[in-house]
């Protein structure tokens, strides 16, 4: 895939190892929150039907496929699955156990607003995340007082950690485009000294670098 498919991608042009560590990462927290989930499901009262508890298996099952993906071989887009089939689960979960499994909604606001490069796509995610929030209020029974008072306490902390990590991750990157930068001129300089400068489109800082260490080792050789 070529670059600038790579830029209108909503994720950028995540790949290769990187993209295989946000696979893995998304598995470790499906199943964390499955293994987590599942002794808040048993204590419930009134105890809800053995078969609600397949809810956590599947979310269990959906951990280790991401887990034992071949992530380097695979299009970032999967990740979209990742995310939506996490909130699928967590909205039955909801449904199905309690209102309470609607915390984890902030994993996925958190997990999406690092992954995701594209802001329209994060939006999509936001608006997605909060529509299955709201959901219990068009088809749960019970107290309406106290299902609002769940969203009204899980909105705000999704939004307001879905802002930090998106910050923390856009700051990070800055920095270290500045780093690069500044990493650039050094070795642009070094090239020039040593009157062997780069071409003009070469951007493969790692293999001027080499170019630069074998000049040096002739140059010990030579002398």
């Not at 995310?83 to 606001?109: G, M, P, R």
Request: avoid cysteine; hydrophobic fraction near 50%.
């Amino acid at each position: 895939m070529n670059e600038s498919v790579q830029s209108r991608d909503a994720f950028g042009a995540l790949q290769g190892e990187e993209l295989e560590r946000l696979g893995r990462f998304g598995g470790i927290l499906l199943v964390v929150g499955a293994l987590v989930s599942l002794p808040a499901g048993l204590v419930l009262e009134p105890a809800p039907p053995a078969g609600d508890h397949l809810i956590g298996l599947a979310t269990l099952v959906t951990g280790i496929a991401a887990l034992l993906a071949p992530w380097q071989r695979m299009s970032a887009n999967w990740l979209h699955l990742g995310l939506i089939v996490a909130t699928i689960e967590i909205a039955a979960a909801v449904a199905a156990l309690s209102d309470d499994f609607a915390f984890f909604y902030v994993l996925v606001a958190m997990y999406a607003a690092y992954a995701i490069r594209d802001a329209r796509a994060l939006a999509g995610y936001a608006l997605l995340l909060t529509v299955a929030l709201l959901a219990p209020l068009i088809y749960a029974d019970g107290d309406r007082n106290e299902q609002v008072h769940h969203i009204l306490v899980t909105l705000p902390v999704l939004v307001i950690a879905g802002l930090i990590v998106r910050v923390l991750r856009d700051t990070l990157e800055r920095r270290e485009r500045e780093y690069r930068s500044l990493a650039v001129e050094a070795v642009a300089l070094a090239e020039r000294i040593r009157g062997r400068p780069a071409p003009a489109d070469d951007g493969d800082l790692d293999a001027r670098l080499g170019r630069l260490e074998e000049t040096e080792r002739r140059s010990r050789r030579g002398g």
